[in-house]
Nanobody
């Protein structure tokens, strides 16, 4: 199992930027991908983006790929999410997730972080 700890959430005005980080520990050798989901109040959790651990191939939710960017630092076992041009509708708890074994964006993650709140004010 892999433990995931997010950081970097906070409050920002519309149009601003934030960078989220997620550090993995434990059985990191088993990672095949890491990524991010988000859940707004009263809504279902939704996929945001993911990156394969060895090859760095990225997947994005179509509606977010022009404003959000995922990256990774394998040496630090850390994945980042750069959030740009933030909008009030981006307000949500952002969860880090990891996959082991075969990865596809439709496969459920194996591990989850506790989440970090992002609040965007107008």
């Amino acid at each position: 199992q892999v433990q995931l700890v997010e950081s970097g959430g906070g409050s920002v005005q519309a149009g601003g930027s934030l960078r989220l980080s997620c550090a993995a520990s434990g059985r990191t050798w088993s990672l095949s991908a890491m990524g991010w989901f988000r859940q707004a109040s009263g809504k279902e959790r939704e996929f945001v983006t993911a990156i394969t651990w060895n090859s760095g191939i990225t997947n994005y939710a179509d509606s977010l790929k022009e404003r959000f960017t995922i990256s990774r630092d394998n040496a630090k076992n850390t994945v980042y999410l750069q959030l740009n041009s933030l909008r009030p509708e981006d307000t949500a708890v952002y969860y880090c997730a990891s996959w082991g074994g075969n990865y596809h964006r439709t496969f459920p993650p194996r591990d989850w972080g506790q989440g970090t709140q992002v609040t965007v004010s107008s």
